[in-house]
């Protein structure tokens, strides 16, 4: 019988009405031998008093509103390591997810069959139904990631890189290694860098095809399209906004610690290029100047 504790651990920034319909489906595992943190990093809807009205149960750590996804996790984290065993483990989900009764099970059979391995799901957007993420990789002689959305038959992907999007940790890779990096990377890419350091510490990274993790892929981030013309405002906050996949600070500091040294240089101006490409679909001037978009701030 199952007796590894596992410790979910999420975050949210004003997101009452999403976190609420995440914790609902943590509420109702199957696996029973859990226990949910919620790092709250300064909300200011109601989302904190929600959750402690609602859910008795669960552990709500307060942050100052300047945590974001990484410093959320390094809270959670650093809470949960003062009271987790060797055995047990730590599932991270972002609070924009929704999940199946059988999500935890299916987790820690995997990880449980799989010691010193992170494991991590595939996920799918909740209004297309079609596979967003699988299994990650990266082709550094190109500067490219590579998503194996795969109809493959496999029940195990082996993966360069995994998101906290439904991924199971053994208490011992923190242990090991630390925690995340929320010093360079507060919100985009520290799990791909903890990934890569996890990886040259020898843990095996895998996702499981049968854990699903229903996510709702409109409201992550900002750089996934951008538009033919944009505003200067767009392009500095596509480039530095913390809430940018295409922010060139994380994407220098993930090239930094996880690119093999032969393809560093190549990977650097990569990223200088497409920044002068962008910059050239500034409006003529800048005096072609689309509205400003507010970007919101989502954990």
């Known amino acids: 019988k199952m007796k590894n504790k596992v410790f979910l651990l999420t975050s949210c920034h004003n997101e009452k009405d999403t976190i609420l319909s995440l914790l609902k489906t943590l509420e109702n595992q199957t696996y029973k031998y859990t226990e949910i943190i919620v790092v709250d990093d300064g909300s200011t809807d109601g989302t904190l008093e929600t959750i402690k009205k609602k859910y008795s149960k669960i552990t709500v750590i307060k942050g100052d509103g300047d945590l974001w996804w990484t410093g959320s996790l390094v809270k959670g984290i650093n809470y949960i390591l003062r009271f987790a065993k060797i055995t047990d483990y730590i599932l991270t989900i972002n609070s924009d997810c929704e999940v199946k009764t059988d999500f935890v099970t299916n987790l820690i059979k995997s990880a449980n069959s799989h010691p010193k391995s992170i494991i991590g799901s595939t996920i799918i957007d909740i209004k297309s139904n079609k596979i967003f993420d699988a299994a990650i990789s990266r082709d550094w002689s190109q500067g490219k990631f590579h998503k194996q959305l795969s109809k493959d038959k496999k029940r195990y992907l082996s993966s360069e890189f995994l998101s906290t999007k439904g991924v199971i940790y053994p208490i011992k890779v923190f242990k090991k290694i630390g925690s995340f990096n929320h010093k360079h990377l507060p919100h985009y890419l520290s ?109």
């Not at 530095?240 to 990977?267: A, E, G, M, Q, T």
């Open 191 to 299: 799990d791909y860098e903890f990934s890569c350091r996890a990886r040259k510490a020898g843990f095996k990274l895998l996702v499981d095809t049968k854990s699903k993790v229903f996510n709702h892929i409109d409201r992550t981030g900002i750089g996934n399209i951008v538009p033919n013309v944009i505003s200067f405002a767009d392009f500095f906050q596509l480039l530095f906004s913390r809430k940018s996949r295409i922010n060139i600070s994380d994407h220098f500091h993930l090239i930094n610690v996880c690119c093999p040294r032969k393809y560093k240089f190549k990977n650097y101006l990569i990223i200088l290029i497409k920044s002068l490409y962008l910059f050239t679909n500034i409006g003529i001037l800048g005096k072609i100047s689309l509205p400003v978009k507010k970007f919101h701030r989502q954990t």
